[in-house]
């Protein structure tokens, strides 16, 4: 039987995930309501899937996923927000996420991925990203305007990466410590970006990013 942890701070959405994982032939093995409580109950129960919200306490800068991911690089997740902005920012980084769905899909969408997940992960079998319909439509349609964004196609995925870290107020010791490189190797990284983007300052680059969708609202720091 599939082993799933829910992480969410709504204890009526935890409660309502939990019984239709249930009446699915699904084994909830823990609901905890923090980033911190997630850590801890992952190291206890080893569940198959974890589900959680990346909006609850705890989750600030989503740095509890590199935390999890170093503690077992095999972890399945399967992110659920509410707020679909987020989306570009968690798609940047580096993480094995292994779905993205919003909290509007259908519930049934998120069983059969799970399964999916679940199967893949006992056959040994590559899975590609799982994601919601409405999800997969918002990726869809910008991949349809790709053509008005060729000046961040010159970037490499590292740098789009380390770009969109940037433009959400991190620290470059601590984008190094999540890529395992030097702070050196993210001051390198940040000069490429600058000179691919014919930009000469901090302000041209966060104007950049919030052109195209990578940041939320003016976070942007010079580090």
């Not at 009446?23 to 905890?32: D, P, R």
């Not at 470059?172 to 014919?198: C, Q, W, Y």
């Amino acid at each position: 039987m599939k082993k799933i942890m829910i992480a969410d701070d709504q204890r009526l959405f935890r409660q309502v995930l939990k019984r239709g994982f249930e009446s699915n032939s699904m084994a909830v093995v823990a609901t905890v309501s923090s980033g911190d409580e997630l850590l801890e109950s992952y190291r206890r129960v080893k569940p198959d899937v974890v589900v959680v919200d990346i909006l609850m306490p705890g989750m600030e800068g989503t740095r509890i996923f590199s935390r999890l991911f170093r503690y077992d690089p095999t972890a399945k997740v399967v992110v659920l927000t509410s707020d679909t902005i987020h989306l570009h920012q968690m798609q940047s980084y580096h993480w094995p996420i292994t779905g993205f769905f919003s909290k509007n899909s259908d519930f049934i969408e998120l069983v059969n991925a799970i399964d999916k997940i679940y199967t893949a992960s006992v056959t040994q079998r590559t899975l590609g990203t799982q994601f919601s319909a409405d999800i997969a439509h918002l990726i869809n349609s910008e991949n349809d305007d790709e053509g008005d964004q060729s000046i961040v196609k010159n970037l490499s995925k590292r740098e789009i990466q380390i770009f969109s870290q940037l433009l959400n107020g991190r620290r470059t010791v601590d984008i190094a410590e999540s890529f395992f490189i030097s702070p050196k190797t993210v001051s390198v990284h940040k000069s490429n970006i600058m000179k691919k983007l014919g930009v000469r300052n901090n302000l041209d680059l966060l104007r950049i990013g919030m052109q195209f969708g990578m940041v939320e609202s003016a976070q942007y720091q010079a580090h």
